[in-house]
């Protein structure tokens, strides 16, 4: 039998990100861990311990994988294996902290649907940026999120710490995934994570954007199933 996953949701992201795992899984626990209240990326890995099983698998994207770095911090002995999509270990540096900051201007002075439409290329691929199902689906997600969670999210992202001191103590099998046409991670995130993390292995989906497990699930899907059953 195999373990319940922790599925941990990226930035301005909903369940929805999820659904191709919710419906192929749906034989397996599962539980969306609530990365919509914390103040702080830690506040969001406390709520995720207090409410899982004893032990657990951990599935973190994008900002997910922030929250998974803190959860392995404080209880790596819950964590049977680890998968990371699209995520990333370092701080913000300043070109990051600028455009952040801009996103929380252009919130504050109520262009919150500005935000999510500037975010639409460096989500999806060019070629993807007119497909209206991938479109609906980020769109959806946004607004079901919300201005008010969104600011949260992003200034929890930027006060985060740099997990990357830290990857060497991970000790469970580890799998990232990364599409080589995301426009907000690199494959320089991920090396650093590879290098450092000693039983990791990076998948790379050639093609996708930063949604992978919307984008190509026929892809994601197989290749999360048979890393956790190995």
């Keep these: 039998m195999s373990l319940p996953i922790v599925l941990i949701t990226g930035q301005l992201l909903t ?6 795992l919710l419906d192929a899984w749906s034989d397996r626990e599962l539980i969306v861990a609530d990365n919509r209240n914390g103040e702080t990326i830690g506040d969001m890995a406390q709520a995720l311990l207090d409410n899982a099983p004893s032990k657990f698998i951990l599935i973190g994207h994008a900002m997910g994988g922030f929250v998974a770095f803190d959860v392995m911090r404080r209880a790596p002995e819950r964590v049977g294996k680890l998968i990371l ?14 455009r952040r900051q801009g996103y ?17 290329p460096i989500l999806f691929p060019e070629a993807r940026r007119n497909d209206e199902r991938l479109l609906g689906i980020a769109r959806k997600m946004a607004a079901d999120t919300g201005a008010d969670i969104f600011l949260r999210q992003q200034r929890a992202i930027m006060g985060r710490c740099d997990s990357r001191p830290q990857l060497h103590d991970i000790k469970v099998p580890t799998l990232l995934v990364w599409g080589d046409q995301d426009g907000i991670t690199t494959r320089a995130h991920h090396d650093e994570i ?16 930063h949604l992978t497990t919307v ?13 956790i059953d190995a």
């Design 15 to 20: 369940d929805a990100v999820w659904q191709p």
């Design 215 to 227: 984008e190509m699930p026929d892809v994601v899907v197989p290749l999360l199933t048979n890393f």
């Design 85 to 98: 999509l699209s995520t990333l270990a370092s701080a913000d540096g300043p070109a990051q902290t600028t």
């Design 104 to 120: 929380i201007d252009l919130v504050e002075s109520g262009k919150f649907d500005q935000v999510v439409e500037e975010r639409i």
């Design 194 to 209: 590879l290098q450092e993390i000693p039983d990791a292995r990076l998948e790379i989906i050639e093609g996708a954007g």
